[in-house]
């Protein structure tokens, strides 16, 4: 471009060009600030509680403690929530089918854990949803059941915990991962 031309020529990209030698420092792509899912669980460390429940490894139990199996974590967690008051039971699950000419489809449903005298606690639904997310990975689909399950047992009166059940492992890490991935817009609904 001749000089004539960058006269006549003005806009915001000629301002930047003009000032650009006057800027002191260099100006990141992604900043920390813009992450707000990263420092989630460290600024609130014990209302964000992620606890990923693993099944015990095949194979013959080893010599030291033997491990809960999966019913008895459950049950565990059960009763931690009848015991809070305020607590919600919150489960996402996903269907993608094997045909590509099918929806995906995310499911979430919110329960309320009760018990009464020391009697196992008791589930009562407080709602369920089924909702066709598109053409779907799993993860993405169960990232949306997650996101609508979480969502709506925060908004429920009196909640004051969530127990968030899910059989995806990548799509409860992502529930808080508010980088750049395929179900992002969920993330950031959570967040």
Known sequence: MSDTEKRKTAGAVMEIVDHLPQLSEPIE??????????????HFPFQVILEETLPPPPGP???????PTRSEQLATRLLEAAENPGAYVAAADAFVPH??????????????????????????????????????TSVDAELAGICVALCKALALPGCTAVYLFSNCLPALRLVTDCTEHGGQQHSLAIV
Do not use: I, T
């Open 61 to 67: 139990p080893s010599d030291c403690e033997e491990l």
């Open 29 to 42: 792509l992604l900043p920390d600030e813009s992450k707000p899912g990263n420092h989630l669980q460290e």
């Open 99 to 136: 045909r590509h000419n099918f929806q995906s489809v995310a499911s979430a449903l919110v329960y309320r854990a009760m018990s009464e005298d020391g009697e196992p606690p008791m589930l009562h639904k407080a709602w369920e949803s089924w909702a066709p997310v598109g053409r779907a």
